[in-house]
């Protein structure tokens, strides 16, 4: 079974400084990877997804992400971060059983933007 | 173009009570997947719904139930409540049994 590992609970940082998000997984087969963001009270929102192709993956909002198949890691990163980037983040593998594509996803991390 | 909605937003209801969760998938889209979050805790697949079938359920007891209707709606039951049911649930919907999901605003449920 697949698994997704987020190293950080918790991440604070101040406004318009940098961030990295960290995600590990754990597959022996192709991997399609994907990051999401929770708002307070509010369902989850595709931040970017890495089907294919490019390792480097553009999303909304100014975030991007690295897939590195080799340290199986899908670290989600933004130059800039605004107050408004105030949520959880969610990284997460889609298992495929049979006719059945379920999201593993990680425990998240709480992105803390302060001013 | 609507997204996916669910119903009610909030629930409480007290142990031993049976609860049903509704969601109408995205237009066009024939494949709902439920998913339960605990508190600080990330998602967890309950089972997926293809055309009126479940294809697919996570490690969930048998009292987790569901239902896709003709119009690729469905319904979360949960029997026999318990007070670790406590949690938001999410449906997501898809084009395709393995498309990408969309997930609605979920149903925050709390058991006392």
């Known amino acids: 079974a697949q698994s997704v590992t987020q190293l950080d609970s918790q991440v604070p940082v101040f406004e318009e400084a940098p961030v990295e998000l960290r995600c590990n997984y754990s597959?022996?087969?192709?991997?399609?990877l994907f990051w999401y963001v929770q708002y307070p009270n509010q369902g989850l929102q595709l931040l970017l997804k890495y089907l294919s192709g490019s390792t480097l993956v553009k999303g909304i909002n100014g975030f991007e992400a690295e897939f590195n198949k080799s340290q199986t890691s899908f670290h989600l990163r933004k130059p800039s971060v605004h107050i408004s980037d105030t949520a959880e983040y969610f990284c997460a593998v889609v298992e495929y059983g049979g006719a059945t594509n379920k999201l593993i996803f990680g425990t998240g991390t709480l992105l803390a933007v302060q001013p | 173009e609507t997204g996916v909605t669910q119903s009610p937003t909030h629930l409480i209801k007290t142990r031993g009570q049976q609860v049903t969760l509704r969601c109408s998938s995205q237009?066009?889209?024939?494949?709902v997947s439920w998913y339960q979050q605990a508190l600080g805790q990330g998602p967890q697949f309950i089972f997926q719904y293809y055309r009126e079938e479940e294809n697919g359920r996570g490690n969930f007891p048998p009292r987790f139930s569901g239902l896709q209707f003709p119009n690729y709606s469905s319904e979360l039951n949960v029997n026999a409540l318990e007070l670790d049911d406590s949690a938001l649930y999410l449906c997501?919907?898809?084009?395709?049994?393995?498309?990408?999901?969309?997930f609605g605003p979920g149903t925050r449920l709390t058991v006392l």
């Open positions: 597959s022996s087969v192709s991997v399609y």
């Open positions: 997501a919907s898809s084009l395709e049994e393995r498309d990408e999901q969309f």
């Open positions: 237009s066009g889209h024939n494949t």
